[in-house]
């Protein structure tokens, strides 16, 4: 606020006001945490294929083919760690590490098909995720890519994943609010694309009335029709970002050009060819421009050393 | 007037401190909070990265202390703000053509030097017209200028039915306004690039049905040069005339003679291919991690070691990167990986970015990411002889007392002076006079917005002391470090590794195969890491259109490999027991195998005086031996 007409003593007045507080300043690091504590999450590596999670909790077994072990060994042991079973003598080991998204999704208990690490990491490269975004999130599934995108908004974004299984829905939120990231995220029990009337929502608010008028980049032809079912609810240009992982993202498209902030990305993912032509057209339909399609795939190379 | 000359200075000078003051004083606050450990502690409750585990107690109490503070202070956190939609002056902006082509332009309202702001196909253009238009608008190449179009302009221009019509005998549906996305012009059809003359594919082009069309084929075009009308000079002279672009595409096909021969995709290639040439355009791309490392890639990618687009999204995922965490990296990429590593982590956290020689080299690539303040300052840079030298410091236990005596020793020049600046900082009286002698205000405010960038600067960097000291400490243990350069990997690693905190994911990019699986293997010797993972990948782009829904021409395959893994805790993660308890526990297990194994023990005992043992003896003993067995399989 250049006011011109500022006396000097106002100038001082504002300049204190102006002094932030230095705990706003950047540069918070945060130190890992060393030693893993009750109940919380280690993920526990068996073999280079076969991971699982464990929340530490005293009194506990875990059992895997190596042996018996006893969750009260984990806790005070620093993360990296290697433990020996409690039976067959202490033959059998596993080393506790501790939880990335990554490793997360190698480990937790598939309750739909999810998207892998190379995928995930792509698209949240492409959506040009940073921290303090609000995403949008279609298909909650079983919450690996959710994960993916909290770490990255951390800490003041805010992700709203969309549900459409209660179940489903209710296993995500105790999820999210044992692995620690529940301030970040919102799950909802809605269907995005509106394929049935009235049901759900415990969100309470009803799809926006308002026609799609703004959307990503240029806008070409603002959506006419009043969208009265689905949509993610939050209002108008309320997301930087929006990932859909859905059987029929197109449904969902026009909805997404609404909820979008101007300038934003739109992702979504999916298997087959066929739902790739029909989102594209669609995009192109309700504004969006840059479209782009890509498949990224994976090769793992072993290395050994043998003799010749 | 000359009474009026000192106060004017002093108000522009009061008025540029007091707003930029708040940048300035929290940075010289920072530097002081960011020594002691207490103020990082209260704050690790606050910015929590996702898979913590969750510490309730000390999140609560950041967030009233973060809100307490929130409501004395009009300003809002810095880094709570999003990058605007719109072009700033002095910032770098893409610029993506239709063919393909992605140039650099840096957005500033007055040019001064050698370097044009922007050049394209050998012309320079200035781009103060560019400053205050929303990323996303398309621009046209006029003869001096760009010039921006309205909202729903696409990059490719929409052609409308009248020239079509009127050269084409077959109908081609109007198409919707808008329509297509990125490169594709409407409806009526377009694949790939191919020209009208000499076209290798051309066959390619014949009957591919899309739903009820009436498709022509070629297979009466006479492949000579002689189908257009209009000569390439008379051409030229339109051009020179001032003749708008969409008028020579039109002018060209009406004289084409063949136009009207061709199929619908043919046809379409052809409008796009003359558009591309008289009517170019391109849109405002921001740039990001990923935009900046495909234009680079598309270009030269030599420089930066061929990091593809999706490599470096690679980097950034499985290196568990986040607000508020410490990484160290080490590349030779010029600059893509920091500066990627800026944008991802928001101005939280410390990014310590390894560089040789003088002074590091990448910072004019940094500046095309258009970082903030707050960005920018988390990029520590350290010279590799920190890290990587023979004598370089490793983090010792705190409770050595070496490192206390050698800390105490030597004093932080550095530290001492820029612990004396203050800011505001009131002007010297030769700054005052130059002040005054300026001719205007602009260029008044030009120079106080330097002079508070400079103060910027100093009140927060670092002193290499200061460095040092985070390489000893071990409790500044980075959470991953990312590696790309072009020198061993092997060696850079097994230096740097001592400096990661156990269960912390690394990630080692290198061009080629070789040196990785060394290092995989090295790895695995000295039992340093686990999760062990060597990968690449192969990227494919596709176009997809109703009909001609197919993979671009040509893929990636050579984006480079990774390495990842998770290093373990050296003290506990490997064997902490010796072979020989093992073999004792072993051997002590109840049950079957327990007895056997101390039988075979036993036996093993027996048999080094075998030598004197006589035949007769050795005999006995087979023979006993065989009856035990005979038993033991007569009892199972």
């Known amino acids: 606020a250049k006011n011109e007409d500022d006396p000097s003593s106002c100038v001082q007045e504002e300049r204190r006001l102006r002094l932030a507080d230095s705990r706003l300043y950047p540069e918070r690091c945060l130190a890992p945490s060393h030693i893993i504590a009750p109940h919380s999450l280690v993920v526990i590596f068996e073999s280079f294929d076969s991971l699982s999670f464990a929340y530490a909790t005293p009194g506990q077994v875990f059992s895997n083919r190596n042996g018996h072990f006893a969750h009260n060994d984990f806790i005070g042991k620093p993360y990296g760690c290697k433990i020996r079973s409690r039976s067959s003598g202490g033959l059998g080991y596993v080393y506790l590490l501790r939880p990335t998204p990554e490793l997360w999704s190698r480990s937790l208990p598939h309750r739909t098909q999810i998207i892998h690490e190379l995928d995930a990491a792509v698209i949240v490269c492409q959506l040009n995720l940073r921290p303090n975004c609000v995403v949008c999130e279609s298909g909650t599934g079983s919450g690996s890519m959710s994960h993916s995108i909290l770490r990255t908004i951390a800490p003041h974004g805010k992700l709203h994943t969309f549900e459409f299984n209660r179940g489903r829905v209710e296993a995500a939120r105790k999820e999210f609010e044992k692995n620690g990231v529940s301030h970040l995220v919102d799950v909802h029990w809605r269907d995005v694309c509106g394929k049935k009337d009235g049901m759900f929502d415990d969100a309470g608010d009803a799809a926006a009335a308002a026609p799609a008028a703004s959307t990503a980049g240029d806008d070409t032809s603002p959506d006419q029709t009043r969208i009265e079912k689905g949509g993610f609810g939050l209002g108008h240009a309320k997301a930087h970002a929006i990932f859909l992982d859905l059987p029929e993202p197109w449904l969902a498209v026009p909805h997404a050009a609404h909820t979008i902030v101007p300038g934003g990305r739109i992702g979504s993912y999916s298997p087959c060819i066929e739902q790739s032509q029909k989102l594209v057209a669609a995009i192109g339909k309700y504004g969006f421009h840059s479209a782009r399609t890509v498949e990224v795939r994976l090769r793992e190379h072993f290395v050994d050393e043998i003799e010749m | ?636």
């Open chain 2, 1 to 636: 007037m000359d009474e009026d000359m000192p106060t004017d200075v002093s108000e522009t000078t009061t008025k540029f401190e007091e707003s930029t003051s708040s940048a300035v004083a929290m940075a010289a606050d920072a530097s002081a909070a960011s020594d002691n450990p207490d103020n990082s502690a209260t704050l690790s409750g606050e910015v929590t990265d996702a898979d913590d585990n969750g510490d309730e107690a000390a999140r609560r109490e950041a967030a009233e202390l973060f809100g307490a503070s929130n409501d004395n202070n009009e300003l809002d956190d810095p880094l709570l703000a999003q990058p605007q939609s719109k072009v700033r002056d002095g910032d770098y902006v893409l610029l993506h053509f239709a063919d393909g082509k992605q140039v650099f332009a840096h957005c500033v309202s007055s040019w001064r030097g050698k370097s044009p702001p922007l050049k394209v196909s050998k012309r320079s253009y200035p781009t103060a017209n560019l400053i205050g238009l929303p990323y996303g608008t398309v621009l046209e190449l006029g003869r001096s200028r760009l010039i921006p179009l309205a909202e729903g302009e696409d990059v490719m221009p929409d052609i409308t039915t009248s020239a079509q019509s009127r050269s084409s005998g077959a109908s081609s549906p109007v198409p919707p306004p808008g329509a297509g996305s990125g490169s594709n012009v409407p409806y009526a059809g377009s694949t790939d690039e191919l020209s009208e003359e000499n076209d290798p594919e051309a066959e390619g082009d014949a009957v591919t049905g899309t739903g009820g069309y009436v498709s022509t084929d070629n297979r009466d075009l006479v492949d000579t040069n002689t189908a257009q009308g209009i000569s390439y000079d008379r051409v030229e002279e339109m051009r020179e005339q001032g003749m708008h672009g969409s008028e020579i595409v039109a002018a060209l096909i009406e004289n084409s003679a063949t136009f009207d021969g061709k199929t619908e995709f043919s046809k379409a290639k052809y409008i796009k291919r003359k558009q591309m040439k008289y009517q170019p355009r391109c849109r405002m791309v921001r740039c990001t991690g990923s935009t900046v490392c495909e234009a680079w890639f598309a270009k030269e990618p030599r420089k930066i070691m061929n990091v593809r687009e999706d490599t470096l999204a690679q980097i950034l995922a499985y290196s568990n990167v986040c607000a508020g965490c410490q990484v160290m990296v080490y590349e030779t990429c010029m600059g893509i990986i920091t500066g990627a590593l800026a944008q991802r982590m928001g101005g939280y956290g410390k990014i310590i970015s390894l560089y040789m020689g003088q002074q590091p080299s990448f910072t004019e690539m940094i500046a095309r990411y258009n970082l903030t303040f707050a960005e920018n300052h988390s990029i520590k840079w350290l010279h590799t002889g920190e890290v990587l030298s023979e004598d370089a410091a490793v983090p010792v236990a705190p409770s050595s007392s070496s490192s206390t005596e050698i800390s105490e020793a030597v004093t932080d020049y550095e530290k001492a002076e820029r612990d004396q600046l203050v800011w505001p900082c009131p002007l010297q009286s030769h700054t005052r006079t130059y002040l005054e002698n300026m001719s205007s205000d602009k260029d008044r405010a030009e120079f106080l917005a330097k002079r508070c960038a400079r103060f910027a600067r100093k009140l927060t960097r670092h002193t290499v002391l200061e460095a040092r000291e985070w390489v000893h400490d071990p409790n500044r243990l980075s959470s991953s470090i990312i590696l790309a350069t072009k020198y061993d990997p092997t060696a850079c690693l097994l230096k740097m590794l001592p400096n990661l905190a156990p269960s912390c994911p690394f990630v080692v990019y290198c061009e080629y195969i070789e040196p990785l699986s060394e290092c995989f293997r090295e790895l695995q010797r000295q039992n340093l890491a686990i999760n062990l993972r060597l990968t690449d990948t192969w990227y494919r782009e596709y176009q997809v259109l109703p009909g001609r829904t197919h993979p671009n021409m040509s893929m990636s395959q050579s984006g480079g490999f990774l390495l990842t893994g998770v290093k373990l805790c050296p003290v506990t993660g490997t064997n902490e027991l010796d072979e020989s308890v093992i073999k004792t526990l072993k051997a002590q297990e109840k049950g079957r195998r327990g007895r056997q194994r101390q039988k075979s023990k036993q036996a093993k005992k027996r048999r080094p005086g075998s030598k004197e043992e006589s035949m007769s003896a050795k005999r006995a003993r087979k023979e006993v031996n065989r009856r035990i067995n005979n038993k033991k399989s007569r009892s199972k």
